[in-house]
T-cell receptor, first 119, second 113 residues
Framework: AQKVTQAQTEISVVEKEDVTLDCVYE???????LFWYKQPPSGELVFLIR??????QNEISGRYSWNFQKSTSSFNFTITASQVVDSAVYFCALAPRRYSGGGADGLTFGKGTHLIIQP | KAGVTQTPRYLIKTRGQQVTLSCSPI?????VSWYQQTPGQGLQFLFEYFSETQRNKGNFPGRFSGRQFSNSRSEMNVSTLELGDSALYLC????????????FGSGTRLTVV
């Protein structure tokens, strides 16, 4: 069985502060994908990043960065110099890579972290 | 490039009725998966279709069913609605599933009264 844990239910910071959202996962699969999604109040899940289990290179995209550590089964997400527009619920998700064509089963989501950026 | 389109956006149904939700994936995407989001259970995987075949199914009762058409559009059906079926239903499309990431629609908010 797969499991994704986002221990932080809600985080509130003042604008321009850095904030890290934690994600810990459990899986018996040797190959898998990890994702982060953002859900604004409108409800749509916005794709932020996908990471293959065999690629532990950290990634930076503008103010966003991701730290993948397979040894601790963690895939943390950091927002640098947060802005009010970053306020949303953020989900970490896991999917096994089972199909030869690179397909995967459904996503297993964490419960989400509600991030509040105060002006 | 058009995104994932879900219709309708909002729906109110009465207990015992059935409902059909529709999802049109991104052009060229062959994988469509469905998720239920509730405050208590969070986001839960319902099922995934690829080239008109159901590839995987989550832990939901048989009242929840789906299908995919030759143009990759998908529908999900919930029969004998219960109050607990009130949720945001999200559809995601992918090229092959997972490897290329999943793009989600805006969802259908179903309220059962």
């Amino acid at each position: 069985a797969q499991k994704v844990t986002q221990a932080q239910t809600e985080i509130s910071v003042v604008e321009k502060e850095d904030v890290t959202l934690d994600c810990v996962y459990e899986t018996r699969d040797t190959t898998y994908y990890l994702f982060w999604y953002k859900q604004p109040p409108s409800g749509e899940l916005v794709f932020l990043i996908r990471r293959n289990s065999f690629d532990e290179q950290n990634e930076i995209s503008g103010r966003y960065s991701w730290n993948f550590q397979k040894s601790t089964s963690s895939f943390n997400f950091t927002i640098t110099a947060s802005q009010v527009v970053d306020s949303a619920v953020y989900f970490c998700a896991l999917a096994p890579r089972r199909y030869s064509g690179g397909g995967a089963d459904g996503l297993t989501f964490g419960k989400g972290t509600h991030l509040i950026i105060q002006p | 490039k058009a995104g994932v389109t879900q219709t309708p956006r909002y729906l109110i149904k009465t207990r015992g009725q059935q409902v059909t939700l529709s999802c049109s994936p991104i052009s060229g995407h062959r994988s469509v998966s469905w998720y239920q989001q509730t405050p208590g259970q969070g986001l839960q995987f319902l099922f995934e279709y690829f080239s008109e075949t159901q590839r995987n199914k989550g832990n939901f009762p048989g009242r929840f069913s789906g299908r995919q058409f030759s143009n990759s559009r998908s529908e999900m059906n919930v029969s004998t609605l219960e109050l607990g079926d009130s949720a945001l239903y999200l559809c995601a499309s992918s090229g092959t599933g997972g490897g290329n990431g999943y793009t989600f629609g805006s969802g259908t908010r179903l309220t059962v009264v």
